[in-house]
């Protein structure tokens, strides 16, 4: 087991774009996470799922972000028309036991021009 | 709702003295409670954990932390620190019940000078 990996590690994209990141958990683990960093702040929880069902999302989900985890493996974060504030690290993390521990992937930085 | 403070945004430490890093939180019901570090570009790896029992949790890379639940604080030592364990650490918070979110504090940001 390689632990959790994110793709890709970097993103640039112009103001208006749409990108795609994608996560894939430990092989064993049914919960997932998406969380958000900014310079200088701790992750900030975005959405999270439970196999296939997205249980929870913060407010800080807007209509342009979407997540999805088919079949209940990998998940994708979607954001569209990007904008320069959704400048940030993007983390994942995922749990299969019974105490919440959460184990994180290397993230991926994206940069808004 | 549970929140997290660090104390401190900043530490600076020469290499082998000791350290501490000060995290209190807040909840109304029972927590489980997290220490991660982020070394530059990365993403968090867990240091340590309190789940229950003993309040004296020993983590790895020589780190440990003291649950107080009178003071709702966890803090986290080292007693003789590297110039490799320079990073930003976290400290997180989750109630018992339930796979939740984490919690985060801002982090502190630990430098150690040779």
């Known amino acids: 087991d390689t632990g959790v990996s994110q793709d890709p590690r970097h993103k640039i994209t112009k103001r208006g774009q749409n990108v795609t990141f994608r996560c894939d958990p430990i092989s064993e683990h049914n919960r997932l996470y998406w969380y958000r960093q900014t310079l200088g702040q701790g992750p900030e929880f975005l959405t999270y799922?439970?196999?296939?069902?997205?249980?929870?999302k913060s407010r800080l989900l807007s209509d342009r972000f979407s997540a999805e985890r088919p079949k209940g493996s990998f998940s994708t974060l979607e954001i569209q028309r990007t904008e320069q504030g959704d400048s940030a690290m993007y983390l994942c993390a995922s749990s299969g036991g019974a105490y919440n521990e959460q184990f994180f992937g290397p993230g991926t930085r994206l940069t808004v021009l | 709702a549970q929140s997290v403070t660090q104390l401190d945004s900043q530490v600076p430490v020469f290499e082998e003295a000791p350290v501490e890093l000060r995290c209190n939180y807040s909840s109304s019901v029972s927590v489980y409670l997290f220490w991660y570090v982020q070394y530059p570009n990365q993403g968090l790896q867990l240091l340590l954990k309190y789940l229950s029992g003993s309040t004296l949790v020993k983590g790895i890379n020589g780190f440990e932390a003291e649950f107080n639940k009178s003071q709702t604080s966890f803090h986290l030592r080292k007693p003789s620190v590297h110039i490799s364990d320079t990073a930003e650490y976290f400290c997180?918070?989750?109630?018992?019940?339930?796979?939740?979110?984490?919690?985060f504090g801002k982090g502190t940001r630990l430098s150690v000078i040779a």
């Open positions: 799922f439970q196999n296939e069902a997205q249980l929870e």
């Open positions: 997180a918070v989750s109630p018992r019940r339930g796979n939740t979110p984490l919690v």
